[in-house]
Every structure is written in C-alpha cells, then in structure tokens.
C-alpha cells in the first residue's frame, strides 16, 4: 500500500505537468460544452425572456448597431432623397431590448416605422450598450460627415454618464477599418498589424480544426459574468443599489453633449433629447439629488440653447416592466416589454409630428 | 509574432521538434533561421540592420584585441555607429518634430515629414552589442572565432525584441555547444511559458483596458486615492506585461536548453530603491550600473566640482539616460530624474543611525518605497508631460479627498492585486509548500497548471503588445 502511494506520489511529481495538461484537456470538454448560450447578450443567460431584434423593412435596415458599417447601415437610405433622415440614438433599453419577448413582439422602432408616414420620413436607430456621450458624438460626427440627417433623437441615461472613453467596437464602427486606427490619447501604440495578417491563417485553423477554439469569446463572457456575480454577492448589489455618478465621468459627458449639440446646430439637424423611462420603485436607483441635479441641468441647456428636451421618468405604466426584480435578474430590470415600447414610439411620433408629447404633459421646452 | 498568440506557440512548437531531432551542428543554424523568421514576421525592412552590428562588432572586436596601439579608437568608433544608429533611430522623429515646429515658427513653412519606425528590440541588441565589444576592450572577454555564435547571441528570438539582457560570457559559451533539452529543463521551460502566458493574458491585458479608461478621464476632479489607484494599477499593468515577457523568453530559451538570468524578483517588495532596481529589470540594471554608472563614477573631473555635486552627478546622469532610453519624451526623462532623485534621498537617509535602530525599518521602507515607484509610473504612463503634473498636483487637493473618480470596481480590482501580489510573495519568500505534504502540494501544482492552462486557453488573443517593444 504504502509502496503504491510513493509510486503515484513519484509518478505526479515527475509528471506533473502531463497530468496537468490532461487534466485541462478533461476540463475544457467538459465546460465548453456547457457554454451553449450566447455570454455577450444578457437576454441569453439571465433568466428572463428579452430579446434583440434586428429589424429590416424593404431592404432598409432601421435597427443599426455597431456590428454593421455607417455605410451599410445610411447609404441605401441617402438614395431616396425625399424622406426626412432621422437618428434616434440610445442604449439598449429604448431601442432593442423587449422585456417578456415572444416571437411577434417588436421594439420602439419599428413601431415607429408603423404609424410613422415612411414616405416622407425615415427613423434609423442607433443602440450602443452603456453608450456613453463621448462615444455618441464621435459617431454623430462620423456619420453627419457623409450624410445628410434632418433630426437627432437623442436618450440620455444618467447612469450612462458613469462610463466615459471609446470602445474598440465604437472605433471600428466609425472609421470602417479599425485596423488603421489608433486610439487618441493612448500612449502606447498598437504594433499588432503586422501580425493580423499572419495570424489569421493560424487562427483559422485553429477555429476549424482545434476544438472549441471558436467559442473562447463566449468562455470569457461566462467568467466575467461570473466575476460579476461574486462582486454582487460578496457587496449586497441589487437593482435597489444606489448608482452614484463619477464625477470627472459625469461632466466630460455633459461637455461632450454640448459637442452634439453644437453639431446638430452646425449641421441644422433638429435636436429631440428625452430622459428615459424608469423603473417603477419606491426608491430611484439614482441618488435624488445628482438626479434632480441632472434634470435640471438639461432643462437649462435646453433653454439655451433652443432644443426639445423631455423627461420620459414615469410613461411606461408598472405593468411593462419586471415584476420582480431581483438578484438573479438585475441586469433585466432595466428593460420593459412590447406595450413599453408601442407607448415610447408614440411619444416620439408625437413629438416629431406635432412638436409635443401625449401622454406625459410636464414637458420642459 | 507576439509571445502571447497562438502563432507564437506553433512556431515554437515547430523549432522544438526540429531542435530535439536534429543533429548537434545544426541546431545553431536553425536558431538562427528561427531568429531571422521571428523577426521577419515583425519587421522584415529591419533585419539587415542587425546583421549589419553584428559583422560589424565581430570583426572590430578582433581588431581591438590584435591592435592594442588602436583599440581604444576602435572601441570607439564601434561605440560611435552603435550609439548613432540607436540615437537615429529612436530620436530623429523627435528632432525632425523640433525642427518643422521651429522651421514653421520662423519661415512659416509647414512641411510633412514622415516618421521613421522604430525597429523592434534596436534598444536590447545594440546594447548587447556594447557590452560584448566593452567586455572585449576590458580584457574580459575573448573575441569571437567562430560568427553564428555572435550572431545568435545578437539575435537569439526569444530575447530579441525586449531582452533579458545578457552578456556574451553568459549566453556564447551555451549557444557554442548546443545539446538538446533534456526533460527537467522542458518541464521548467514550458511551466515557465505558461506561467509567463497566464500573467499577461489574465492580468496584463485586462488591466490593460482599464488603464487605458483611467488615463483618458479628465483630471479636475482627481482626488489623491485616485492617483494611488492609477499609479498602483499602472504600475502592476508594467509590471505583469514586463515581467511575463521575461518569464516566456526565459522559458523559450530553457525549452533549447538555454538559461538566461532572472530578470524580475518581486520587485515590488524591496524596501529600499536601491533595493528595488536590483530587483525589476535586473539585467539592465546590472547593464546600466556597470557600463555606464561606474564609467561616469570613475572619470576623474579636473574643473572644481564641489563634492556633493561630484558625488550625485553620476548617479543623475545615468538616470538621465535610462530616462532617455526608455525614450524621447520629456516624461521619461523626468521619471528618470524621480528615480535619481528618490535613490539620492535614500543614500542620505541610510546614513543616519536612527534608521538603523527602528525595529520594522524593512516594513516601514516597503510602505515608503512601494507607493513612492508606484507614484513614478504616472510619468511613464501619462500621455504628456501635462497630464502628469496635473495627475501628480491633484494628490494634494484637498476638496477631492473624500470622492472618489472611478468606478468602485477599479479600487477592488486594485486592492485585491495589491493583496494578492503579497500573499504571491510571502508564499516565495518563506516557502509555504514545506507546510504541505510533498503529495498535496504536487496536487495542488496540479490544480494550479490545470487552471492556468484552461485561462491562457480561453484568454490567449494577442490583441495587446508588449509595453516595452516600444523601448
């Protein structure tokens, strides 16, 4: 007995890595194929049913996202010059996520599209998750450069303003070859060109013949989701979990907006900001103050500089939104479902026809 | 052809085969068809120039010890084109920028200019060049006979593009009698590389991101635990990406039988900065400290220095040039200074006996010299010298004190590295696993290499360089 366990105990000790590495062969079977949903997409794991749409109507894409080009996504669209172009840009939640999603259900958009007159105007929608106003200029900018928009719907999340600088994607996005691009302000440049070329060929073979090489993307979304999970745990984070703003964040953002609007008077593009709906809760997820702070420093810059601008706080009724929102569903609770976004594409038809909201009267111009 | 991608690994995957396999005379040839292919992945417009400092300094090193009357202008001379084309190459895009800003100022001419690239590991080779044709100079290295062996010491791959730094004592004598690996030597290579791959996939490049966030931000509002967090998060960024470079060059070399020296040993733990420089970088520590500190220490000056400044002046101008090889900005040059600055405070502190006496003095210069080097890296990091006095004012506003400008999640990354880097070193230091049973902790080094090898797995995407290929 005690000769075996020296054997083993010699074998591993020799062969430790060997064992390792089967071990790790062992494992990677055994979690990849676990993986099954998408990571990246929150509608996937978390255990609620909400849903992304892409939405093409007559060969025109109204649901743009920065997995398309701004070509892809404006130039058809530039070749019918009667129709009034119009943005609406926001994150997720006003223009692709459906809460309690069947397969009928559609998002603001395309509800707009409906009772909007398509033949004299044309809403294209812009989602960019977390988008931050840094990021929505640099995009505003990149596509007014080439063509020509009439009006700019613009949501603005307060929490968004947490989060500040450009996204990979962002860049790739707006230079339409992010492999000549450098980031602004880095230091540290990307020597990586060169190897892309090579590196494709290895890495093509290794997404088709090494396995689950193709699916590592989905892994790290599953580990930072569930490092994401530790931290709520471990700190008591909820959807109730005050979201304090970052300060330096916070104003760079709202200098940014006055970038945004100094294009949209430059290029004579009309300028509809609303703040978006939230949840209904006994207490705001926002501390009252910076919120009301917040709200009022967009009334002032609506006044000055001559701009529509609405607080959409409470039009989506209770019933569109979560019932219970908790800790297995906090990163849903923000979403709300088809009723949600029928009641929001009517408040925008509204505003773009006729200048004024239905149903939310306290409206700041 | 980045250490962190999967090219990188088949690459190496492929010379190992061929190198365990072959015969013994042509192992050197295929390390240096390994060298020309990994450089050439890079930088093929390159590639002439090290063969051109290689034949160079083979045959003035020759010269140098056949003409003793010549040497010493021999060795200069082969300094001078050594230290011109580093100097060409890592400073003319800054000099023509001086130029056409003043040539706009005064003829009001603003032409293009077109920057020149900086060759990869120009830096690392040509010092490696200077050392071995020093060495010589001094006597304490004989010429080469044979080439391929000094070209492969110019141009071994896996310390080619960012080093460690060796000397031709250390590395030709290997490179001379090439046997392959053997079994203990593959296993350490290879647990090195993973090791290596593990810090800069997991850690390096998700901090990456980070720092990159934290440095764009607008700095009114910083207050000063801010700035720690951005100096302690870019300090660990440089210090994983750096550090995990060496372990998989160190590892590379091991894998052909070849050992190169440490290059990194916690660092971050040293109490002292003398201490701390004997610890990051060692190899060119060592490099800087006897090929040009002692040099300039030696030089005899005849027009009255007083002795302080006699004393100090070497100790700044060679951080002056370490500044300046890290490169041409004025960043660099300050951190330089910082460091020459921070040394030369130390030296006269350790002179008091006080110090001596105090029971935790090691404790207490770890909590000093860590935030102290920390706080440094803001240089380092700050996209100009703007920026960094702005970063370095705002740890003494006062008003920003009680708020914080980040996301809470950047402090708790910060704190758990910070924490987890200590409880990484105590475990070296005072070698944990003598606690365990030989078989549980074998089990446990398995569990470990198990999970490292599923991360690097799952996070090896060579989407950021290392730090110091632009040095």
């Known amino acids: ?365 | 052809m980045l250490f962190n991608s999967i090219d990188y690994l088949f690459f190496l995957f492929i010379v190992l085969i061929f190198h365990q396999f072959i015969n013994s005379t042509f192992r050197l040839i295929l390390l240096i068809a390994a060298s020309n292919y990994f450089y050439y992945s890079f930088q093929p417009q390159y590639l002439y120039l090290i063969y051109l400092i290689a034949l160079l300094d083979f045959f003035l090193a020759k010269y140098i010890l056949k003409n003793k009357t010549y040497s010493f202008y021999l060795l200069l001379l082969n300094l001078f084109i050594n230290l011109f084309i580093l100097f060409y190459f890592k400073y003319i895009n800054y000099i023509i920028e001086i130029l056409s800003y003043f040539n706009a100022i005064i003829f009001n001419n603003s032409g293009d200019y077109t920057s020149i690239m900086l060759p990869l590991g120009i830096s690392f080779y040509t010092f490696q060049s200077i050392s071995y044709i020093v060495d010589v100079y001094r006597g304490k290295y004989l010429p080469q006979n044979k080439f391929l062996p000094y070209l492969c010491y110019i141009f071994f791959f896996p310390l080619l593009i960012a080093g460690p730094l060796v000397r031709a004592n250390e590395l030709i004598p290997q490179l001379e009698f090439l046997k392959g690996s053997n079994f203990e030597n593959l296993v350490k290579g290879f647990k090195l590389i993973i090791l290596g791959l593990l810090i800069k996939v997991v850690l390096a490049d998700n901090l990456s991101p980070i720092v990159d966030e934290i440095y764009n931000m607008p700095t009114s509002y910083l207050g000063a635990l801010d700035v720690l967090t951005m100096a302690f998060i870019f300090g660990f960024q440089i210090y994983f990406d750096f550090s995990s470079y060496s372990m998989i060059a160190i590892g590379s070399a091991l894998l052909f039988g070849i050992t190169l020296p440490q290059n990194f040993n916690f660092p971050y733990s040293s109490s002292s900065p003398k201490e701390f420089w004997t610890r990051w970088n060692i190899t060119l520590s060592k490099w800087i400290f006897e090929y040009i500190y002692i040099p300039l220490k030696n030089i005899k000056f005849s027009f009255g220095l007083n002795t302080l400044l006699f004393s100090i002046l070497p100790l700044f101008l060679t951080w002056f040039i370490m500044g300046l090889w890290h490169g041409s900005s004025i960043n660099f040059i300050l951190w330089g200074i910082y460091q020459a600055l921070f040394i030369f405070i130390y030296r006269i502190v350790s002179t008091f006996s006080f110090f001596k006496n105090i029971k935790y003095i090691n404790t207490l210069g770890c909590f000093i010299t860590l935030p102290t080097i920390m706080l440094s890296w803001i240089f380092f990091r700050a996209r100009d010298i703007n920026q960094a006095f702005e970063i370095y004012t705002s740890l003494f506003k006062v008003e920003n004190f009680f708020h914080l400008s980040f996301k809470e999640n950047y402090y708790l990354i910060t704190l758990i590295i910070t924490i987890g880097y200590f409880v990484t070193y105590f475990w070296y230091k005072y070698k944990i696993e003598i606690y365990f049973p030989r078989l549980t902790f074998k089990i446990f080094t398995i569990l470990f290499y198990t999970i490292a090898l599923i991360l690097v797995f799952t996070y090896l995407e060579p989407i950021n360089q290392f730090i110091y290929f632009q040095f």
């Open chain 1, 1 to 365: 007995m005690l000769k075996d366990y020296l054997k083993l105990s010699n074998l591993l000790i020799k062969f430790d890595l060997l064992v390792a590495f089967l071990l790790f062969l062992v494992v990677i079977n055994y979690f990849y194929r676990g993986i099954y949903v998408d990571y990246s997409d929150p509608s996937s794991f978390t255990k609620v049913n909400t849903v992304q749409k892409k939405i093409e109507m007559d060969n025109i894409l109204l649901t743009c996202t920065l997995n398309f080009s701004i070509d892809e996504c404006f130039k058809l669209k530039a070749n019918s010059h009667k129709k009034k172009q119009g943005i609406w840009m926001g994150n997720s939640q006003n223009l692709s996520v459906i809460e309690k999603h069947n397969a009928n259900n559609d998002s603001a958009i395309k509800h707009l599209y409906d009772i909007m007159n398509s033949d004299t105007m044309l809403v294209t929608s812009l989602s960019l998750p977390n988008a931050n106003l840094q990021e929505q200029f640099y995009i505003l900018n990149a596509i007014t450069k080439d063509y020509e928009i009439n009006f700019l719907i613009l949501a603005i999340f307060l929490d968004d303003t947490r989060e500040f600088g450009i996204r990979d994607e962002v860049f790739k996005f707006i230079s339409n070859d992010s492999a000549s691009l450098e980031k602004p302000f880095s230091q540290f440049k990307n020597h990586s060109k060169s190897e892309s070329k090579y590196k494709s060929k290895i890495s093509s073979y290794a997404d088709e013949y090494l396995p689950y090489w193709s699916e590592r993307t989905n892994a790290k979304n599953w580990i930072n989701y569930q490092l994401y999970l530790l931290r709520n745990i471990i700190f008591n984070i909820d959807p109730s979990t005050k979201r304090k703003i970052i300060r330096s964040n916070y104003e760079a953002n709202l200098e940014y907006l006055v970038d945004i609007i100094t294009i949209t008077k430059i290029k004579n593009i009309r300028l509809v900001l609303y703040n978006p709906p939230q949840p209904p809760s006994n207490s705001s997820f926002y501390d009252d103050i910076e919120y009301s702070t917040f709200l009022c420093h967009l009334k002032k810059l609506s006044q000055k500089n001559n701009f529509e601008f609405y607080d959409f706080t409470n039009i989506i009724p209770k019933s569109s939104w979560l019932k219970n929102p908790n800790k297995e569903t906090y990163l849903d609770y923000m979403h709300f479902d088809e009723e949600g976004h029928k009641i929001l594409a009517n408040e925008i038809h509204n505003i773009i026809i006729n200048n004024s909201s239905l149903r939310y009267k306290n409206v700041i111009q």
